[in-house]
């Protein structure tokens, strides 16, 4: 059974700062998908990475997929307050399928 | 605007309580999830539908059933409500299970069973 673990669950950063979340997940997958959640809202999709190797950059976001080391980094560079939210990430539950198992998420605080 | 609408946002209901959470998308697509989240938890999938007319059991399926009306509409129902089922009810869609792109989300209904 696919397990998807974040890390860290708390992150308090200053303004201007860098950091990476974590994303570990247990078996093999084809993709991985970083999501953001505002206090109170929806589910707003980030990236999709859907390959070894897959790199892709939003912003201050850089988001990475290592399917070797089951793998995903979310990093943040010179951090905002406007980035302030709890960030997913999410697997399929097997392989080729559509249904996608959560992490527990990361919540995010940018203090000036 | 273009998306996913859910009904009701908010709801208080008693145990032992029947209601339906209503979602329909107006993006044509295939594929509609049901998720709900609670704290600490992240999401977890209740049931999802890859096309009108079919539906499958996520992971916590119990105590909840599904109808895919038709193409737009999924509907999750709960047929004697438990505070157990107190959470945070997410609809998604997306074009096809083979897509990858991420989910659209709904903006949520939060339940709470007293």
């Known amino acids: 059974e696919l397990k998807v673990e974040q890390n860290p669950l708390f992150l308090s950063m200053q303004e201007g700062k860098n950091y990476t979340i974590y994303c570990n997940y247990s078996t093999t997958s084809d993709r991985l998908y970083w999501y953001r959640q505002d206090p109170g809202k929806s589910l707003e999709s980030l990236f999709v990475l859907l390959s070894n190797g897959a790199v892709k950059q939003e912003g201050r976001l850089m988001a990475s997929l290592d399917t070797k080391a089951r793998l995903s980094t979310l990093h943040i560079t010179a951090a905002v307050h406007d980035l302030s939210a709890t960030y997913f990430c999410?697997?399929?539950?097997?392989?080729?399928?559509?249904?996608?198992?959560f992490g527990t998420g990361t919540r995010l605080q940018v203090f000036p | 605007n273009a998306g996913v609408t859910q009904t009701p946002k908010f709801q208080v209901l008693k145990t032992g309580q029947s209601m339906t959470l209503q979602c329909a998308q107006d993006m044509n697509h295939n594929s509609m999830y049901w998720y709900r989240q609670d704290p600490g938890m992240g999401l977890r999938l209740i049931y999802y539908s890859a096309s009108e007319g079919t539906t499958d059991k996520g992971e916590v399926p119990n105590g909840y059933n599904v109808s895919r009306l038709n193409k737009r509409e999924f509907s999750l129902r709960l047929e004697s409500a438990a505070p157990s089922q107190t959470s945070v009810y997410f609809c998604?869609?997306?074009?096809?299970?083979?897509?990858?792109?991420?989910?659209?989300f709904g903006s949520g209904t939060r339940l709470t069973v007293v």
């Open positions: 999410a697997a399929p539950r097997t392989y080729n399928t559509d249904k996608l198992i």
């Open positions: 998604a869609s997306r074009e096809n299970w083979r897509e990858y792109y991420g989910y659209t």
